[in-house]
């Protein structure tokens, strides 16, 4: 049951008023905005009749930025001051681009030399971030929806009560924070963000579904990337069990294939014509079985060409495509913990989901047809807007949460160079886990601590997401200290992690929000790294935790001596303890765990005799002065 809400003093909403919400695609390559009209969701158009806004940005030093379909003109004639694709950089460290800058057709600043700032690029207009170019297309989204919800002569002082903005289902918690920053600069009200595939499932209204518990998968196939996403549906809440895909997986391999077997063909090179041709021919084999293709011989071509492609002939040419998003599709089960036949519907998303191929390959897997009724260019903002009415308040009925996943595993750096998992990958968000760790010296007064994400054991092979230390721990032994770490994950992805040492009270805490992040590729590879070193991540765990605990025993014996060797053991005593504990250091240096394990147990054994001393200094101690009748 919803909470029952209070307004502000004086702000209280007339009965029959209407707020304004949209929901909003921010893609690559094309944009959208949508709205809620008399209960209907549909996607707006501009003045002449698109929906689609490339998501380009023009910049000159004489006029303000241009948006959309003028900027995207410009590609050719002003390549160093029109920005496209600017998704693929958001939340990217100048340091990461670095490496693509000689491929990029942009010139980033010199100044972005910092430990990881903002990119910045340069154009006529100046220095602009990424973040900034994404705020300028939010903005042009923004106006069009006022234009068409208020009109054009009421646009002063119109404002959007709220907005639901689509990201990702693999972006981190740099991407989605850039995101938030682009809606804030661009004057948006941003109710929250959405992982597209749940948006697709709200739009086909798989959310209002009467069934106690239900399972959906969206299969969402782009022109660069697949996602694949396993959703549950239990008593209005809307759960994202499982998340998988390939970054570099799409409908422009779909082009490339049918490229290269044209440059077969004509005894060519893979060129921009013949990747331009493949695509128009994949477009036209979507309504025909057959295209009839006329190459002629030029600067492109070795030879000329002609001839009948039929669909048959194209589907052998991009099935390896559609079979690896099969495999995907599997594991992406397999990590749900459910099977095909659990499954209730299957959404399409993305304009490659076009293909019959595709469709038919799906439906085989599943083995009932998958839903296909919305334009899947569409249904990602046509969600997004269901769920922005819902969010801003004029869907009374609307109870609907939506619960999405960590795609990789949150954790700690602990001694030995390990990575401990706090929250594991593929658990529900908003989460909050806490952990207990202890100190490992006598009189540490201060840790460290370092967040990492992935699945490797080692912190190494993990990436670092910040750093930050905890100060003021009353001096103890070793292991005295207790130290909670608590891990949050909010409803938008973004986390954060505290610290505080429960004796003392002494805490610190950091948000996390780096300004580069990890792709879908990256967390892809991770995720694959995990399953195939799995053997060599065990091995290098266990010899790092024999190391670190060899390191303790020589600390504690260490310790021990420093207070009272010199009284409780003679002089050939004392040297044959040190020559067993040299002699596990020496052998700590080396790889073997097993090795190390055994020598530890040995200087345990042979320090048992020093170590019953100490008791009974203790016993006596403790006895001393004192009667039996007072005991």
Do not use: C
Request: glycine letters at 8%.
């Amino acid at each position: 049951m919803a909470l029952l809400q209070i307004s502000e003093p004086g702000q209280a909403a007339a009965p029959h008023e209407h707020k304004l919400a949209v929901g909003i695609d921010l893609g690559t390559t094309n944009s959208l905005v949508a709205t809620v009209r008399s209960g209907s969701a549909s996607v707006l158009d501009d003045q002449v009749g698109d929906t689609m806004l490339p998501s380009v940005v023009n910049y000159s030093a004489e006029s303000a930025p241009e948006v959309g379909r003028a900027a995207f003109e410009k590609i050719v004639t002003d390549p160093l001051n029109t920005l496209a694709s600017i998704k693929r950089i958001l939340g990217k460290s100048s340091a990461e681009l670095q490496e693509i800058t000689p491929q990029s057709p942009y010139l980033f600043s010199d100044k972005s030399g910092d430990i990881s700032p903002v990119p910045k690029i340069l154009t006529a207009a100046g220095e602009v971030t990424p973040i900034e170019v994404s705020a300028e297309i939010l903005k042009s989204l923004k106006r069009r929806a006022l234009e068409t919800l208020v009109g054009e002569s009421m646009l002063d002082g119109a404002e959007l009560d709220g907005a639901v903005i689509t990201v990702p289902a693999y972006f981190d918690d740099a991407q989605r924070q850039a995101t938030k920053d682009a809606a804030k600069l661009a004057g948006i009200k941003l109710l929250r963000l959405l992982n597209e595939p749940t948006a697709a499932a709200v739009a086909y209204g798989l959310d209002v579904q009467e069934d106690e518990s239900v399972v959906h998968a969206i299969y969402d196939l782009g022109g660069g990337t697949f996602d694949i996403s396993i959703l549950r549906l239990t008593r209005g809440v809307f759960e994202v069990m499982a998340t998988g895909g390939d970054a570099m997986l799409g409908g422009d391999d779909m082009d490339h294939l049918l490229a290269e077997w044209l440059a077969i063909k004509t005894e060519s090179r893979l060129n921009p014509y013949l990747l331009m041709k493949a695509r128009r021919v994949k477009e036209e084999l979507t309504e025909r079985d057959s295209v009839e293709i006329e190459l002629e011989e030029s600067d492109s071509l070795a030879k000329s060409w002609s001839g009948n492609l039929t669909r048959d002939k194209f589907n052998s040419i991009v099935e390896p495509i559609v079979k690896r998003t099969v495999r995907l599709m599997r594991r992406a089960l397999r990590d749900a913990g459910v099977a095909q036949e659990d499954i209730s519907e299957v959404v399409l998303v993305g304009g490659s989901t076009r293909v019959p191929l595709v469709r038919e390959m799906v439906e085989e897997f599943f083995g009932y047809p998958p839903l296909a009724g919305i334009d899947p260019d569409q249904v990602v903002a046509i969600g997004a807007a269901i769920q922005a009415d819902i969010l801003v308040g004029n869907k009374k009925d609307g109870e609907l949460l939506l619960l999405d996943v960590t795609p990789l595993t949150l954790g700690l750096e602990i001694m030995g160079g390990m990575s401990e998992g706090v929250i594991p990958r593929n658990t529900t968000i908003p989460v909050a886990r806490a952990q207990e760790f202890t100190t490992f010296k006598d009189g540490q007064s201060a840790i460290s601590i370092h967040v990492v994400q992935g699945e490797r054991d080692m912190v190494v092979d993990n990436r670092s997401l910040a750093r930050f230390e905890l100060r003021g721990i009353p001096p103890m032994v070793a292991g005295a200290a207790r130290v909670r770490v608590t891990f949050q994950v909010d409803a938008d992805g973004l986390l954060s992690v505290s610290a505080r040492e429960e004796n003392s009270g002494v805490q610190a805490d950091i948000e996390v929000r780096p300004s580069y992040g990890l792709n879908d590729g990256e967390i892809e590879g991770m995720l694959k790294e995990s399953y195939q070193y799995a053997t060599e991540d065990r091995d290098a765990r266990q010899l790092s935790e024999q190391k670190v605990e060899a390191a303790r025993t020589i600390e504690a014996l260490e310790s021990a001596l420093a207070k009272d060797g010199s009284k409780l053991l003679n002089k050939d005593e004392m040297d044959t303890l040190r020559n067993k504990m040299q002699e596990l250091i020496d052998i700590a240096a080396g790889d073997d765990a097993s090795i190390i394990e055994k020598k530890i147990e040995q200087l345990n054994h042979d320090s048992e005799f020093y170590a019953a001393r100490r008791m009974d200094q203790s016993v006596n101690s403790a006895l001393s002065g004192q009667r039996v009748d007072d005991i």
